[in-house]
């Protein structure tokens, strides 16, 4: 298959009289004192490459900040609240020139930001030979230990045009394909011990904004998937995943999925500039059950850049190794 491009820093003052130096060795110099962290004063967002160590609370103030990451073209990424002692929450933004991913975990009063951005961008290999042959995988530290019970607000697919019926359809064929590993590599399938189960329509959206943001609402205790348009701010989002976990298990998920940026359930006659619902939604799956971003495999599910016109719905051998690895 053959797919076009991704659209991805010592002055010392004396006083006093001079003393011979033959009557007492000179002090040494006194340390400086550390430089405060600039952020920690004020209410504003703080921005996730200010902190390049882990932050404390008790002399760094900034439970009830928000900490965005900036994108390559200058504007606000992904963002996220600093959450509550024991939980990290994550935001996953796939963009038309890659993912960006950041993290952000309160461990009992010591915040640590992990953060990831597009980098180059490889060609798209074969799908059918590749995916088979790219073995690593990377997971973000949460998995689900119990089932992951998940919404849907089907009202909300008319914002991009599509039927109720058929996004969701493929929004669970992605549920489908992450969770019991379909690849096309002639590995076992339904053996993973992930489970996803749709609950229903609902009238509630994601905690996601159009700025591609996790709201200061999540987690909100439902998993939710929604349908809204991104902004200028957030230009080329194609979809994006908030997650939390504390201890290492998840407890929630949401996932927006751009309704202005020409997601399709299907690919017209002559495609130009589409991207496959069904293979974005397994990519989200993908976040919400654990799996973070691999790029060394161009063919698998997890790599952060997906193309137009283009199918990678199925999981390749790293997708399925993560996923075996934690289920």
């Not at 933004?93 to 490889?122: C, F, H, I, K, Q």
């Not at 997906?306 to 390749?316: I, V």
């Amino acid at each position: 298959m053959t797919a076009s491009s991704p659209t991805r820093i010592v002055a010392l003052a004396l006083a006093g009289a001079l003393v011979a130096a033959s009557l007492a060795e000179a002090a040494p110099a006194a340390a400086a004192p550390p430089r405060p962290n600039t952020f920690c004063a004020g209410t504003a967002d703080i921005n996730a490459a200010l902190i390049t160590s882990a932050v404390n609370l008790g002399s760094c103030a900034i439970q009830s900040r928000r900490i965005v990451l900036m994108r390559s073209d200058g504007k606000s990424g992904p963002a996220v609240d600093v959450p509550p002692p024991g939980r990290t929450i994550g935001n996953e933004t796939l963009t038309t020139s890659g993912e960006y991913s950041l993290r952000v975990t309160n461990n009992d009063g010591m915040v640590s930001v992990t953060t990831e951005v597009p980098g180059a961008v490889r060609t798209l290999a074969p799908a059918t030979d590749a995916a088979c042959g790219e073995g690593a995988y990377n997971l973000e530290g949460g998995r689900w230990t119990r089932t992951l019970k998940w919404f849907y607000n089907s009202a909300s697919a008319g914002r991009a045009g599509l039927s109720a019926s058929a996004t969701l359809a493929d929004i669970r064929a992605g549920n489908t394909n992450m969770s019991t590993g379909q690849n096309n590599c002639g590995y076992a399938t339904g053996t993973f011990s992930s489970t996803g189960a749709y609950q229903g329509t609902t009238s509630r959206y994601a905690n996601i904004n159009s700025s591609a943001q996790c709201t200061g609402n999540f987690p909100d205790g439902q998993n939710t998937d929604s349908w809204g348009p991104f902004d200028s701010s957030a230009a080329g989002t194609l979809a994006v995943t908030c997650y939390t976990y504390s201890g290492g298990a998840m407890t929630e998920s949401d996932t927006y999925f751009g309704s202005n940026v020409g997601m399709v359930d299907s690919f017209p006659a002559s495609c130009s500039g589409k991207y496959d619902l069904q293979s974005v939604s397994t990519h989200e799956w993908g976040h919400a059950f654990g799996l973070a971003h691999e790029t060394s495999g161009t063919a698998e599910v997890m790599y952060p850049y997906s193309y137009p016109c283009a199918l990678r719905r199925h999981l390749g051998k790293g997708d399925y190794n993560g996923m075996n690895s934690m289920y």
